[in-house]
């Protein structure tokens, strides 16, 4: 390969926008590690997924599954890993400071995203101001900031670093045809398949349209055989890179699909993206930077224009428009642009556009640097210029991200002594229920609240992080289950629970109830109004600002018994409200009848086979019970030969031992676990391996990402 025009460049020539990239790449960086606890609602999934990787490492054990949410959950196996598994490990040197080191790692891939963005510009344009411009406009735009640091989409800090990194190594590859870069190819893909399988399905759709440039001028192009063979390689690498995930979800993914709504997300509005001072619309984007987004068009029709440039970067204005639809055109296609993007609001891939803005911007800039009709002072005051107006125009958003972190101690007002007192006693589930509203698909209900007792008291939950189409098929059943005992417990016209809400919280293994009561003064006193059939401990409000939650135990084990398996026709699935549910849960509910004393059912419904009866008695002592990260252990004493249902989510891979020896076991109408007990004291236990292919892909992808980091470090590069 030629000489570029850069290696003749005399190095203080870069200094200057090196120096001025690098301080506003820190000021913009602040965003992310301001003083204070994050707000947002995206936050506590994520915290909770680093939280789970964190405690697996420490103990030794798979991140791959927990046990504490969902009623047992593949947690990190339908959602890419890569920024958990990151997250979880730094935690470790933090002490479990999940929030210090989750800010920590934002800050990190921010500036390293910079570096990359900076490295790849000035492989393309060979001039410091143009890479410098180009890289400052992608870190500043305020939508970058805002929708990580704000909105909490950790996984796309991740994109933003890998994005650069792929082009600039596909760039090398159709220019000189290097192995180094088609390594590199391989691992940066690798590492997107890890990060988000939406972004990488796009990006590769960009690079397709990339395929129509030019190679480099000043380089000796490889032939069209050797770059699609270094392509293909590349792409190889980038299947073992991420088979640890990739290779088990392909496989797994259709089986376990959960029933998702049809649901149209509004899409970014322009008043939004283009005012100034607007604060983040969520679904509505935020604002982009009027001088972000003038310079890129302005760019874009210089290179439209301009014969010389036209052949080679023609294709980034083509994958300018093509993001435009994305983020604009699929919201005009109604449901049929929402399954285009699988369910995700436009203003995600906002994501392209910002990157598209850097490419554009430096290649404006470059031209700029490279005119000869215009005066020798403009090649630098010119650019020198534009940096100063983004900064103006962009910075103060970064800024402003401060007012988005609040106090640590605002999340827990009321529950700590809750917690506190849970944590002395066993409680194998808890429901949390911070409002009575008959409104199945509560955000408070089904995430916030089970997030916190899992961060901060380590309490198993049967709601959990919100994964959409991947959640347990048990939760079409779950979720209107204990949305019907919320609105019980808000409903002042009884005065105990009803044998509905007994059921619902048994055939959930709900062992404790957290919630907010109504607070009557009776003489002179104030009391709580609670519901007849639970235990509750209660304490006066006090003084509190905010009422005081009370807690309940419902006596109720993860444990029922019976004489008697049905089967059971498999129910079709209904909307409610922006969620599917089970069609028949309520008929479920009518139908059994519960013994509380006995933790027994008149019968265990099944999915399949004819009917079984057992001699019995359906009686069951249930002596110690826990649920642990990565399994479910549970003492009983069966008093006869009986089926027993394990309120654990239904999967195949799971695998139960009674006193130590694996046992059979089926999936029950509304996708529990049932299996046959015999009489007498027995220890249950419920875990979950990572199996033959899972841990033969883990082993490869740790193999390949090694082998990668070798041959990228020994490997000659090709200049």
């Known amino acids: 390969m030629k000489p570029s025009p850069s290696d003749s460049r005399p190095a203080q020539a870069w200094l200057v926008p090196a120096l001025l990239l690098a301080v506003c790449t820190l000021v913009s960086g602040l965003a992310f590690v ?100 180009g890289t400052l406009v992608y870190l500043l735009v305020p939508w970058r900031i805002l929708h990580l640091a704000v909105l909490a989409n950790y996984p796309q800090s991740l994109i933003y670093l890998l994005l650069p990194l792929v082009f600039y190594a596909f760039e090398r590859i159709r220019d000189s045809g290097g192995l180094r870069s088609a390594v590199l190819f391989g691992l940066c893909l690798g590492l997107m398949v890890a990060s988000h399988l939406l972004y990488l399905l796009f990006t590769l759709v960009f690079l397709a349209v990339a395929l129509l440039s030019r190679p480099n001028p000043s380089s000796s192009p490889p032939s069209v055989r050797r770059r699609f063979a270094l392509l293909v390689l590349g792409c190889a690498g980038a299947l073992l890179v991420s088979a640890f995930f990739a ?178 006693g066993t409680a194998a589930r808890v429901l949390d229920l911070p409002g009575h509203e008959d409104r199945i698909d509560d955000y408070q209900r089904l995430d916030g609240p089970p997030a916190i007792n899992f961060l901060y008291g380590r309490l198993p939950s049967p709601f959990g992080p919100p994964y959409g189409q991947f959640a347990p098929r048990s939760m079409l059943y779950v979720y209107p289950w204990l949305n019907a005992v919320a609105a019980e417990l808000g409903d002042d016209s009884g005065l105990s629970l009803s044998s509905v809400s007994h059921k619902a919280l048994a055939l959930s293994g709900i062992s404790h109830v957290i919630t907010i009561p109504s607070w009557v003064e009776v003489g002179g006193s104030i009391l709580a109004k609670v519901k007849a059939g639970i235990t509750w401990f209660t304490s006066p409000p006090g003084e509190r600002k905010q009422p005081p939650l009370i807690l309940g135990a419902t006596q109720q084990p993860l444990l029922l018994a019976s004489t008697r398996l049905l089967p059971l026709q498999p129910a079709g699935e209904v909307k409610a409200r922006s969620i599917m549910v089970a069609s028949d849960w309520r008929r479920l509910l009518d139908t059994l009848e519960l013994d509380i004393a006995a933790h027994s059912l008149n019968f265990i419904p099944v999915r399949s086979g004819t009917a079984q009866t057992a001699p019995g008695p359906a009686s069951l002592d249930i002596i110690d019970q826990e649920v642990r990260q990565d399994r479910v252990d549970v003492e009983l004493h069966a008093r006869g030969d009986c089926f027993v249902r394990l309120a654990v989510s239904y999967y195949p891979e799971l695998r139960i031992l009674v006193d130590g020896r694996p046992l059979d076991f089926g999936e029950t109408a509304d996708h529990f676990i049932w299996f046959r007990c015999s009489e007498g004291q027995h220890e249950v236990s419920v875990s979950a391996p990572l199996g033959t292919v899972r841990l033969l892909c883990l082993k490869i992808s740790l193999l390949a990402v090694l082998v990668s980091i070798a041959a990228l470090a020994f490997l000659k590069r090709n200049t």
């Open 247 to 424: 290779v088990p979800f392909l496989t797994e993914f259709q089986a376990r699909i959960y029933p998702h709504a049809d649901q149209v997300l509004p899409g970014p509005e322009l008043g939004i993206l283009l005012k100034p001072w607007t604060r983040p619309g969520g679904y509505q984007g935020a604002y982009l930077g009027l001088s972000a987004v003038l310079t890129a068009l302005a760019s874009a029709a210089a290179i439209v224009l301009t014969r010389g440039r036209r052949a080679r970067s023609l294709w980034v204005v083509l994958c300018l428009g093509l993001s435009l639809l994305l983020v604009f055109g699929t919201r005009l296609l109604g449901p049929v642009g929402n399954r285009l993007l699988f369910g995700l609001p436009g203003a995600r891939f906002l994501l392209f556009l910002v990157f598209y803005f850097g490419i554009l911007s430096a290649e404006g800039i470059s031209m700029i640097e490279r005119a000869r009709r215009i005066p020798a002072w403009a090649h630098v005051g010119v650019p020198a210029l534009l940096a100063v107006l983004v900064g103006i125009d962009c910075l103060p958003h970064a800024i402003r991200t401060r007012g988005y972190f609040s106090s640590d101690r605002r999340f827990l007002t009321g529950n700590e002594e809750v917690y506190a007192a849970l944590q002395q």
């Open 34 to 133: 301001w003083r204070g606890h994050p707000t947002s609602v995206d936050f506590w999934p994520h915290l909770v997924r680093q939280s789970i990787v964190h405690n697996s490492l420490e103990a030794g054990t798979s991140p791959f599954w927990s046990f504490e949410f969902y009623c047992g959950y593949p947690h990190l196996r339908f959602y890419p890993p890569l920024f958990a598994l990151l997250a979880g490990t730094l935690s470790l040197a933090f002490g479990a400071d999940h929030v210090s080191a989750l800010k920590l790692l934002l800050f990190a891939l921010h500036l390293l995203s910079g570096l990359a963005m900076f490295q790849y510009l000035r492989y393309r344009t060979h001039r410091p101001w143009a890479a410098a411009i």
